[in-house]
């Protein structure tokens, strides 16, 4: 017989980091299997099974195939884990797992506290599984069409916590939300279930609320596979490995974002970095000139600054959707607000902060004269988008060193 087969079966997986953590628990054969509703069933009933996660839209539509349910699972109405045992096929859920782990990391109590949870699918069931284990005092589900709803979300406006289940804000469709933070005053946790990207837009609108207590799916992710991995195989996985996966994503998939005044030394750090890191370098203003067919000088002279913006910004955002990547910005991409959340949602934003008389010059339309007054004009800019602030007197050697111990020995996800 050839090998099993062990994998994650979902509609769509072109965002999926499942395959990456179970090869990093030791599994190589771990695939993803991209599957219509007509082929679930037969994929289900494929003597080579080993075992496999499930995940949208089929964490309710395995369970007619399977030949035992564990007791959680039945409850919540959801598998996510399916084992091939002596040719039968048992179900488990361990996605209740998870969210509890993310809950616990993200400092989110829920005891004694009404939870609103945006979605109505199997994730929903679960997080209202776990929500009810810890005792919150009030559970409420939102769904397009239920009784509680989109259009009469005030009614819950004192919720506590908040949890998306939705794919709103899922790559490749970033920037999109299930509902605004700003509209729940009370609002003291918010949890995403979505991780690529990292940071979704209704974390970041979280963020900017000034709530503190803030988690996205990758450790409810990293936490299930851990327990799907014992479940496969039978063994017990070391205590610390959940985190050490976590933290090797996140050290993966995040981008490093330089941001500075022009001339700072952005794209020459950059390239630093990317031949000491091997990570690919992409530079938003040579993007624009791709674009435009021309220099930005030239962009400048014919067509305005705003038509440079306009530009600059389609390239933000396109750099922003990739993960694991140096983006080295403009030096007034920080004056368009509409940056922030695309270099945000994957990246550390490192600001490069050189002294204006050794700033180079040349080539830069608004680098002419006395830069004082940019500098006055950008300086609360750069504060507002930067992680951090990274002195660029030195050397280039010198600036990348700092850029890349900080990226190295911090837990790059908070």
């Known amino acids: 017989m050839s090998k099993k087969i062990y994998g994650l079966v979902g509609r769509k997986l072109g965002h999926s980091y499942s395959a990456a953590i179970h090869n990093m628990l030791g599994n190589d054969e771990y695939k993803l299997y991209e599957l219509e509703p007509s082929e679930l069933g037969g994929f289900a009933r494929r003597d080579d099974i080993g075992a496999f996660n499930v995940t949208i839209p089929y964490k309710t539509d395995i369970i007619p195939f399977l030949d035992h349910v564990s007791p959680e699972a039945v409850k919540i109405g959801s598998v996510n884990t399916v084992v091939r045992r002596n040719g039968e096929l048992w179900g488990y859920n361990t996605d209740l797992f998870g969210v509890e782990y993310g809950f616990s990391r993200a400092g989110i109590a829920l005891a004694g506290k009404k939870t609103v949870i945006f979605g109505s699918g199997g994730s929903s069931s679960t997080v209202r599984a776990a929500a009810e284990k810890a005792g919150a005092a009030e559970i409420v589900t939102i769904s397009r069409s239920g009784e509680d709803n989109y259009n009469n979300l005030n009614r819950h406006s004192d919720a506590q916590i908040l949890v998306n289940t939705t794919p709103l804000g899922m790559y490749p469709k970033p920037g999109e939300f299930a509902a605004d933070s700003a509209d729940f005053p009370q609002c003291e946790g918010v949890f995403d279930l979505i991780y690529n990207p990292l940071r979704t837009a209704f974390l970041l609108r979280a963020e900017e609320m000034g709530i503190k207590k803030r988690a996205n799916g990758l450790s409810m992710l990293a936490a299930q596979a851990v327990r799907a991995h014992e479940l496969f195989f039978g063994i017990t996985v070391p205590d610390g490995e959940i985190e050490f996966i976590i933290k090797k994503i996140y050290a993966d998939k995040q981008n490093i974002v330089l941001i500075g005044m022009p001339g700072s030394g952005k794209t020459t750090v950059g390239r630093a970095l990317g031949a000491l890191t091997g990570r690919e370098v992409i530079d938003t203003d040579e993007i624009v000139e791709r674009t435009a067919g021309r220099s930005i000088p030239e962009i400048f002279a014919e067509s305005g600054e705003d038509a440079f913006r306009e530009l600059e910004r389609g390239a933000i955002r396109e750099s922003g959707m990739r993960s694991g990547v140096i983006i080295c910005t403009g030096g007034g991409a920080v004056k368009d607000p509409h940056n922030l959340a695309p270099l945000r949602q994957n990246g550390r934003i490192y600001r ?34 930067a992680d951090v602030t990274i002195p660029a007197n030195g050397s280039i050697e010198q600036t990348v060193k700092l850029i890349w111990e900080d990226y190295s020995v911090r837990t790059i996800d908070k």
């Not at 050794?358 to 007054?373: T, Y």
């Open 352 to 385: 490069l902060n050189r002294s204006l008389e050794l700033l180079a010059r040349e080539g830069r339309p608004l680098s002419g004269g006395d830069l004082s007054a940019l500098a006055d004009e950008r300086e609360p800019l750069y504060t507002r988008f």
